[in-house]
Structures are given as C-alpha cells and as structure tokens.
C-alpha cells in the first residue's frame, strides 16, 4: 500500500507565510515541500514559519531538505523559523546538532510575531 502524500496549507499572516506540512517529511514527500516552499519564495518577503505540528517525524533526507532550505534563505538575509515541532523531532535535531540552525518556537503566533 503507497504512503499518502504530504499535504502541505499555507497561510498568510502579514509579510509572514506559515507553511503546514501534514504527514511525516520523508525522501518521497520532500520534492513536494521543497517545491512548495520555493513557490512561497517567490512571492513573499522571505518570512518563513514551517508549523510542524502535524509531522510525525523526519528521515534524514527530510532533515537535509529542512538545512538546505535554511541556508538558501540565509543567504539573503531571509529566515526558515520552525514551530510546534513534537518531541521526537527536536530530539532529533539535538543529536544531530542541527538545533542551533533553528530558530524553534512553540506555537505560529509566537514565531510569526517574533519577525516583528
């Protein structure tokens, strides 16, 4: 039986796009976030909130995607801020010393407010 594909909504708060994936982000769904957040580049002012309160868990191509995303953003002086990731992620993120990449925060109200 095939994984269900990630669904991703997407809101608009302000200059602020908070980006929803629903489903684990994993090897086969990480093209589809990927592109969706390179759509979001390009019409935005580069604030970006990844609410991860519906994802599982992550593989390692997730995290790759999530890095990668990062740095681009970075590059020009845009920002990736994470929110509501559960437990298990921000364990991961720890023993892979990636936290540091992230700005985490509890809720979408919070990490979009602190762009302000």
Do not use: W
Not at 9 to 24: H, M, N, T, W, Y
Not at 71 to 84: I, P, T
């Amino acid at each position: 039986m095939p994984l269900q594909k990630m669904k991703i909504s997407e809101q608009r708060q302000g200059a602020v796009i908070v980006l929803k994936p629903d489903g684990a982000l994993v090897e086969q769904d990480c093209a589809l976030f990927r592109g969706r957040m390179n759509e979001a580049m390009t019409t935005s002012l580069g604030r970006f909130v990844v609410d991860m309160s519906a994802v599982p868990f992550v593989d390692s191509k997730g995290l790759e995607t999530l890095v990668e995303l990062t740095e681009e953003l970075g590059k020009s002086g845009q920002a990736l801020r994470l929110c509501s990731a559960n437990k298990t992620i921000r364990e991961v993120l720890e023993l892979t010393e990636l936290t540091p990449l992230f700005e985490h925060f509890e809720d979408a109200n919070t990490a979009v407010r602190s762009f302000l």
